[in-house]
T-cell receptor
Framework: KQEVTQIPAALSVPEGENLVLNCSFT??????LQWFRQDPGKGLTSLLL?????REQTSGRLNASLDKSSGRSTLYIAASQPGDSATYLC???????????FGTGTRLTVIP | DADVTQTPRNRITKTGKRIMLECSQT?????MYWYRQDPGLGLQLIYY???????NKGEISDGYSVSRQAQAKFSLSLESAIPNQTALYFC??????????????FGPGTRLLVL
């Protein structure tokens, strides 16, 4: 069974810092990897989707990379802002049917 | 208005009661999903549906059932609720495009407490 791990579980950084969140998965046979953001009391919001044939995707200050062979993905956030404070979840689609296996998340706090 | 809505947003029930959580979407997507999230854990897939006549079990379907009443509506039922079903429940939708390309869109969640 696919297992998805995110380290660290929590991270606090001062505003303006660049930071990296990590995601690892045990089975490299995936269709895509997705990063989501979860705010308290709200649902998940999709940030980036990297297909298995891609190595990275960018959206604004966010850049996600994928190294399928080593079972790793990183989410890079540039020039962090207090509004970036949230829990970040990664998830992998192993079948192409969009049945996602989620990691446990990294809770990010950006201190003004 | 939100694209994916869930009702109720919060629910307290007692052990043994039957309850239903409802999900509606206005995105016109074929695929719908139910997940649960426990504190400190990631989301786990309960059931998913690719269209009105196609319903499939996820990782943790025991103790749950679903109904896809229409393309836009997908309900989750707990036939006889038990305390370890206390969790945050999310509904999600996605399009049925090419493999490996579909983003999921989530509702705001239903917080369920079973006493």
């Amino acid at each position: 069974k696919q297992e998805v791990t995110q380290i660290p579980a929590a991270l606090s950084v001062p505003e303006g810092e660049n930071l990296v969140l990590n995601c690892s998965f045990t089975d490299s046979a995936i269709y895509n990897l997705q990063w989501f953001r979860q705010d308290p009391g709200k649902g998940l919001t999709s940030l980036l989707l990297i297909q298995s044939s891609q190595r990275e995707q960018t959206s604004g200050r966010l850049n996600a990379s994928l190294d399928k062979s080593s079972g790793r993905s990183t989410l890079y956030i540039a020039a962090s802002q207090p509004g970036d404070s949230a829990t970040y979840l990664c998830a992998v689609d192993q079948t192409g049917a969009n049945n996602l296996f989620f990691g446990t998340g990294t809770r990010l706090t950006v201190i003004p | 208005d939100a694209d994916v809505t869930q009702t109720p947003r919060n629910r307290i029930t007692k052990t043994g009661k039957r309850i239903m959580l409802e999900c509606s979407q206005t995105k016109g997507h074929d695929r719908m999903y139910w997940y649960r999230q426990d504190p400190g854990l990631g989301l786990q897939l309960i059931y998913y549906s690719f269209d009105v006549k196609d319903i499939n079990k996820g990782e943790i379907s025991d103790g749950y059932s679903v109904s896809r009443q229409a393309q836009a509506k997908f309900s989750l039922s707990l036939e006889s609720a038990i305390p370890n079903q206390t969790a945050l429940y999310f509904c999600a939708t996605s399009d049925s495009g090419g493999r490996g390309q579909e983003t999921q869109y989530f509702g705001p969640g239903t917080r369920l407490l079973v006493l």
